[in-house]
Antibody, heavy 118, light 107 residues
Framework: QLQLQESGPGLVKPSETLSLTCAVS??????????WGWIRQSPGKGLEWIGS???????YYNPSLKSRVTTSLDTSKNQFSLRLSSVTAADTAVYYC??????????WGQGTLVTVSS | DIVLTQSPGTLSLSPGERATLSCRAS???????LAWYQQKPGQAPRLLIY???SRAIGIPDRFSGRGSGTEFSLTISRLEPEDFAVYYC?????????FGPGTKVDI
């Protein structure tokens, strides 16, 4: 059974870079059938797709965040990562990693709260 | 961006009753590019329906979805106690993939 687990700092200072990793078990990030993505949820903006990455390394980002987002794969560790630069309080949210097939999300991590504050 | 509007915001029902939730898109998402999720407090969303009407693995048949174009609905035929949650629709017709604001189904 596929399991996804987010990890990373729960507190990030304004203007710094948020970095999260999603460890995948029970499946492989090298599968050609799926994309690996990030979604966040905040009280103010609800659920927001951030971006996704394919096993080839191709990336797909929400245009509203594209200038600040980088996603990457680490096939040796079977995990993928998110970096969001120049964060502000508006980036405070629960961040989820998820697997998608045809761009709907069929498996989710439990989520991790990231607070942006000095 | 395609904006999704869900109604009602809150649906107050009792176990055993039928729930019908609506999702309206600002432009057509075709007949298949719409998903529904259930989220309980402190948990991640769970996929219920994809392709507007296909149930995800393990989802009971009391959940059904229908619709096309800009109008979609999720029906829970007989509410079980574990169905009281927030439900979100998501379109994946066009990037950026967007979610609705949710409908809370409570007792």
């Amino acid at each position: 059974q596929l399991q996804l687990q987010e990890s990373g700092p729960g507190l990030v200072k304004p203007s710094e870079t948020l970095s999260l990793t999603c460890a995948v078990s029970g499946g492989t990030v090298l599968s050609a059938s799926y994309f690996w993505g990030w979604i966040r949820q905040s009280p103010g903006k609800g659920l927001e797709w951030i971006g996704s990455i394919y096993y080839t390394g191709s990336t797909y980002y929400n245009p509203s965040l594209k200038s600040r987002v980088t996603t990457s794969l680490d096939t040796s560790k079977n995990q993928f990562s998110l970096r969001l630069s120049s964060v502000t309080a508006a980036d405070t949210a629960v961040y989820y990693c998820a697997r998608s097939s045809s761009w709907y999300f069929d498996s989710w991590g439990q989520g991790t709260l990231v607070t942006v504050s000095s | 961006d395609i904006v999704l509007t869900q109604s009602p915001g809150t649906l107050s029902l009792s176990p055993g009753e039928r729930a019908t939730l609506s999702c309206r898109a600002s432009q057509s998402v075709g007949s298949t590019y719409l998903a529904w999720y259930q989220q309980k407090p402190g948990q991640a969303p769970r996929l219920l329906i994809y392709g507007a009407s296909s149930r995800a693995i393990g989802i009971p048949d009391r959940f059904s979805g229908r619709g096309s174009g800009t109008e979609f609905s999720l029906t829970i035929s007989r509410l079980e106690p574990e169905d009281f949650a927030v439900y979100y629709c998501q379109q994946y017709e066009k990037s950026p993939f967007t979610f609705g604001p949710g409908t809370k189904v409570d007792i």
